[in-house]
């Protein structure tokens, strides 16, 4: 499927619980990725309009990576309630399927954010290529539990420098035993990114092009 990639596209997709999610797509004319971006906490404001998810959802299509992002549960237009942490596994792994769906025999890569990360790396498919955790707490849910963590498949952890929630070395004692697992710090950026998510557009296109063999 080709769609022209500054349009987003209106997807709407189920969990395996039947819950009832929001989300849109861009995918360029030349796609030779998609990524599934989640967004932070919901509790605290997050949704996928966030500054961190908007700046990769319209950055990646320009480097030939399509892009899917979602509301989780409780979020604006999408069914259910918060499920804290747990239930939105339900949300990432759907939104999972849905991007398979939409461009099947294409690398598909987990990019969460926050919140958005711990899910995101404790949700799995079959088809997933690698995981990204973007200043994630690596707390909201359990680390031990995460599956990228035990995965061979190539995993990235990006942590702020000044990151008010996970410190560089914190995150690096508890990923120190995970697989195939890279981590890296964004220099004079917060737990919140303002004004430093071009660092994190420009590692996370590097590792999805590193991974799947294309410069």
Same mark, same amino acid.
């Given at each position: ?14 969990? #395996?619980? *039947?819950? $009832? ?7 360029? &004319? +030349?796609?030779? =990725?998609? @990524? ?73 890569? #987990?990019? *969460?954010? $926050? ?7 404790? &949700? +799995?498919?079959? =088809?997933? @290529? ?86």
């Amino acid at each position: 499927m080709n769609t022209d990639a500054g349009i987003p596209q209106k997807a709407n997709f189920t969990t #395996s619980d *039947g819950v $009832s999610l929001e989300g849109e797509f861009l995918i360029p &004319a +030349s796609t030779r =990725a998609i @990524a599934v971006l989640s967004h932070p906490h919901p509790l605290y404001g997050g949704d996928m309009h966030n500054n961190v998810v908007q700046a990769l959802f319209e950055a990646l299509p320009e480097a030939s990576i399509a892009t899917l992002r979602y509301n989780f549960r409780g979020v604006r237009n999408s069914g259910g309630t918060h499920g804290d942490g747990k239930l939105e596994v339900l949300d990432a792994q759907a939104a999972f399927e849905c991007a398979v769906n939409l461009m099947r025999s294409t690398p598909l890569f #987990s990019v *969460g954010y $926050s919140f958005g990360a711990d899910v995101s790396l404790t &949700a +799995s498919e079959t =088809a997933l @290529a690698g995981w990204v955790g973007i200043a994630t707490p690596l707390a909201l849910l359990e680390p031990a539990q995460m599956t990228a963590g035990s995965d061979e498949r190539p995993t990235l952890l990006l942590v702020p420098e000044n990151d008010q929630f996970r410190s560089f070395n914190e995150a690096q004692s508890i990923s120190a035993e995970w697989a195939e697992t890279k981590i890296e710090e964004i220099p004079q950026a917060d737990h919140f990114l303002v004004g430093r998510t071009q660092p994190v557009v420009d590692l996370v296109n590097s590792f999805i092009a590193e991974t799947v063999g294309f410069s």
